[in-house]
């Protein structure tokens, strides 16, 4: 399903003494399958954007469409259910939205809501069970007698369970260990990948950025300010920097040895395989300094 | 959406009344609750009339603020004042349609009672419009104080008070937050009929008490790790200071008393 | 450094109620007067159950503990929390005041300082981490990574000896983050403090004098950050992660280039490529 927001405004409190223009000018386009990452300091209006994308807020200006439907403001927007069964989000901490009594009650909660058959929605409870690395056995506890990291799975499987053609990510992995992040982040990948579904992953990390997304829009007070894929990003790293914004350490590590050896490499690498077979290959040759 | 429900409470302009000791309004509005039962006359009522609006002059709050706390109560004013209209009966028939008697005293009782509904909302609603609830509450802990002898906990009471305040922005936004989770995963809070609302509001306020029970306890570790152990050789940080225009705002309103006494009826 | 020990644990177990296994088993270590001292463990590991038992919020089964001279039991748990100071988890749920210099008198009004020194206390261990402009802000309005300075300015104006980050920053932002670990670098230098980072952040406890790592209660392994690192693979295996620079080194050298050892940041690393490899 494609996704595309243009010249989107949102202004939170309009028409009150209090009012405050969280975006502006906002264009972006998310055709299937994409994956895109929107980065940007907390405040920049990553979250408004974020929840634009199935209309739990509607622009104060400028149209966002989703799929066949478009939403304006100063229109009745009709069929807003159907738009959010498509679009799922995965919100920060999710493990908080958590409230039945069984972990499955929770997980075919979503679906059943956009009026799916019990029968089916337990079939995809096990199923996204099994795809967020659970067992079936977790189904008739409480999800409150689960871990941290069990009550987040839980949270993102009854997400998943809901069948979405868009995923929306807010900073899924934030207070995971290493590896619970690590074996988050492949798990949304893989699925990505063979639902061929849209992700849109709201994120600090320009590691995961680089890692996993090809498409790239940057966010700074309320604007976009930079969009692309990674390499196109992150080719210029001293302009990110200028603007307070994190590069992924690989780039940072090429930015200070090109500046220590006085060289440039031919491109900017994003993974320290190949950013260590460059330097490697520099390196055989001899460098002239 | 959760935002508008607290503003149109405390205005932070500076004026007299916003500078006045919480402990000097504090007296004043328990007073006030008290004389304005002393009123029965025009001249007396004119009278409180007079310092309401004075004090509303001194407290420079805009209009609008003071018509949000009038608002809810409004339709109350009116009803009291239909209520003795109608059944209050004394001095001349004024009125007179098949049912429907109307007499002079109905009018006069009927006028007085909502007037005095009218000042109190007003004086009491200055209160909240121009003292912070933080500030309320250090008030009342002060006067409560000689309470403490007869083991009421006041200190306890003002503790929990002042950490409901400072909790109420945290729960408002969590509130936003988990709503918005729960209406991307299809609940509809805002239609459908009474029966379904009432079935929405549980994935919301499960999820709400799980995480006030969770910060409640982290709370209370955090306020334990700080060296809380009760209200026994604490000292206070926050200080409230009394000064002249407590002392003559306290004066003219035992001046206002006097004044009733002599010209009420 | 004098290896004063300040804390020390012998041979402590605990066990939650109603749980099976050990959260804590047998664990035994000193901590130094002055050290940086990181604990390392994946989530479950029982480093967070260690903060706990150092601040006397829970007492071990077994085993002693010493905190400055006294040991830890409940006649003392008084005295020894105003030498240790603690910042938790969540931002939200520590900050007890209905504005920033309340919040950072509030353990100052626990012990029954007079109220002018009060006032001094708070401005000044608020200027330390640069919040002396935010006085009269309500936690709302403020950031994580504000509120954890706050929370650690709190601390600070009971002037403690040591102070137990306990996952302070893992709720925060990058941003926030840093702001937050570079007001307890300085603290550190400045006033001789011992500080305790219980985190699962790598880069974190790259920068540490000395790391501990623990696994399933107990600890797993100790030493310096480049011991800890050269460990690599196990690391991973244990739920953790190895810094940038060590990764990044690692597939240099499985590229056949020349490292003789493993560096901790990427300075070093540029260096040592830079010194060893450029002038052929």
Same mark, same amino acid.
């Given at each position: 399903m494609d996704i595309s927001l243009s010249q989107v405004e949102y202004r939170y409190q309009a028409n009150t003494p209090f009012e405050r223009i969280a975006i502006q000018d906002v264009s972006i386009d998310i055709p299937t399958g994409t994956y895109l990452a929107l980065i940007g300091h907390t405040g920049s209006g990553k979250s408004t954007v974020l929840q634009h994308l199935n209309a739990l807020l509607v622009p104060t200006e400028g149209t966002v469409k989703i799929g066949e439907h478009e939403i304006k403001s100063h229109q009745k927007n009709k069929n807003l259910r159907e738009v959010r069964q498509k679009v799922g989000i995965v919100f920060?901490?999710?493990?908080?939205?958590?409230?039945?009594?069984?972990?499955?009650?929770?997980?075919?909660?979503?679906? /059943?809501?956009?009026?799916?058959?019990?029968?089916?929605?337990?079939?995809?409870? $096990?199923?996204?069970?099994?795809?967020?690395? %659970?067992?079936?056995?977790?189904?008739?506890?409480?999800?409150?007698? !689960?871990?941290?990291?069990? /009550?987040? $799975?839980?949270?993102?499987?009854?997400? !998943?369970?809901?069948?979405?053609?868009?995923?929306?990510?807010?900073?899924?992995?934030?207070?995971?260990?290493?590896?619970? $992040?690590?074996?988050? /982040?492949? /798990?949304?990948?893989? %699925?990505?990948?063979?639902?061929? %579904?849209?992700?849109? %992953?709201?994120?600090?990390s320009m590691e995961d950025a680089a890692k996993y997304a090809d498409q790239i829009v940057i966010m700074q007070r309320g604007r976009v300010m930079k969009k692309g894929t990674p390499t196109e990003i992150f080719s210029s790293p001293s302009e990110l920097v200028k603007m307070g914004l994190d590069v992924p350490e690989v780039v940072r590590f090429q930015m200070k040895l090109e500046q220590k050896l006085s060289v440039k490499l031919d491109k900017v690498y994003l993974s320290i395989e190949e950013l260590s077979s460059a330097v490697a290959e520099l390196l055989g040759r001899g460098v002239r300094t | 959406m959760m935002e508008k429900m607290i503003f149109g409470r405390y205005v932070p302009i500076p004026s007299v009344i916003h500078k006045m000791d919480p402990r000097s309004k504090l007296i004043i509005i328990f007073l006030f609750v008290a004389i304005i039962f002393l009123a029965n006359n025009w001249i007396t009522y004119a009278l409180i009339a007079l310092y309401t609006f004075f004090m509303l002059g001194l407290s420079k709050v805009p209009f609008r603020f003071l018509y949000g706390g009038l608002k809810p109560v409004i339709w109350l004013v009116l009803f009291t004042f239909l209520l003795q209209l109608f059944f209050t009966k004394g001095g001349n028939l004024v009125f007179d349609w098949g049912p429907i008697e109307i007499y002079e005293e109905g009018i006069r009782m009927g006028l007085f009672i909502s007037l005095r509904f009218f000042f109190l909302i007003l004086i009491t609603s200055l209160l909240t419009l121009t003292t912070t609830p933080i500030e309320i509450t250090d008030g009342l802990e002060t006067l409560l104080t000689p309470l403490k002898k007869l083991r009421f906990p006041v200190h306890e009471m003002a503790l929990m008070m002042s950490i409901s305040l400072r909790f109420i922005p945290t729960l408002m936004q969590e509130t936003d937050k988990i709503m918005k989770a729960q209406i991307a995963r299809g609940v509809e809070f805002a239609s459908g009929p009474i029966k379904e609302r009432i079935k929405a509001v549980i994935p919301l306020l499960i999820p709400l008490f799980v995480s006030s029970f969770k910060r409640a306890e982290e709370l209370a570790i955090a306020m334990e790790a700080r060296g809380y152990r009760g209200g026994e050789g604490r000292t206070k940080y926050r200080q409230l200071s009394w000064r002249m225009i407590d002392t003559l705002q306290v004066g003219l309103l035992v001046i206002l008393t006097i004044l009733l006494i002599i010209f009420r009826s | 450094m004098t290896k004063k020990p300040i804390i020390s644990l012998n041979d402590v177990c605990f066990q939650y109620d109603g749980q099976d296994n050990y959260a804590l088993h047998s664990v035994t270590f000193d901590i130094y007067e002055g050290e940086w001292l990181a604990i390392v463990g994946h989530n479950g590991s029982g480093k967070s159950t260690m903060a706990k038992l150092l601040n006397g919020l829970q007492f071990p089964n077994q085993g002693k503990i010493t905190v400055c001279g006294l040991p830890l039991t409940e006649e003392n748990v008084w005295d020894i929390r105003k030498q240790l100071g603690m910042v938790f988890q969540n931002p939200d749920n520590q900050f007890v005041g209905t504005t920033v210099e309340d919040d950072v008198a509030f353990g100052l009004e626990n012990m029954g300082i007079p109220r002018e020194e009060m006032v001094l206390r708070v401005q000044d261990s608020l200027k330390k981490v640069k919040m002396e402009q935010f006085l009269y802000q309500e936690p709302h309005h403020l950031s994580g990574g504000q509120k954890q300075r706050v929370a650690i300015a709190g601390v600070l104006a009971l002037s403690p000896s040591i102070i137990i980050l306990d996952e302070a920053t893992s709720m925060l932002d990058p941003r926030g983050r840093e702001e937050v670990l570079e007001v307890v670098r300085d603290l550190k230098n400045e006033n001789r403090l011992t500080v305790i980072s219980i985190t699962h952040d790598l880069e974190e406890a790259a920068k540490a004098d000395r790391i501990i790592v623990m696994n399933k209660g107990e600890?797993?392994?100790? &030493? +310096?950050? *480049?011991? @800890?690192?050269?460990?690599? *693979?196990?690391?991973?295996?244990? &739920?953790?992660?190895?810094? #940038?620079?060590?990764? @990044? &080194?690692?597939? #240099?050298?499985?590229? &056949?280039?020349?490292?003789?050892?493993?560096?901790?940041?990427?300075?070093?690393?540029? +260096?040592?490529?830079? +010194?060893?490899?450029?002038?052929?």
């Open positions: 920060q901490f999710p493990e908080h939205q958590l409230f039945e009594e069984t972990v499955e009650k929770d997980i075919i909660f979503g679906p /059943m809501n956009f009026g799916v058959s019990e029968k089916e929605a337990k079939a995809r409870a $096990r199923e996204a069970l099994k795809q967020v690395g %659970l067992g079936e056995e977790i189904l008739e506890k409480s999800p409150f007698d !689960l871990s941290g990291g069990q /009550m987040r $799975r839980v949270a993102i499987a009854g997400v !998943l369970a809901m069948n979405p053609d868009v995923l929306v990510l807010d900073e899924p992995t934030a207070g995971l260990d290493p590896r619970g $992040r690590n074996e988050i /982040m492949e /798990m949304f990948y893989t %699925l990505h990948k063979k639902r061929n %579904l849209s992700t849109i %992953l709201v994120t600090h | - | 600890v797993y392994r100790e &030493g +310096t950050p *480049e011991e @800890i690192f050269s460990m690599d *693979e196990e690391l991973i295996k244990l &739920g953790l992660d190895i810094p #940038f620079s060590v990764k @990044i &080194g690692k597939a #240099f050298r499985q590229k &056949g280039i020349d490292l003789p050892k493993h560096y901790l940041t990427e300075e070093e690393l540029v +260096t040592e490529l830079w +010194t060893s490899h450029s002038h052929k």
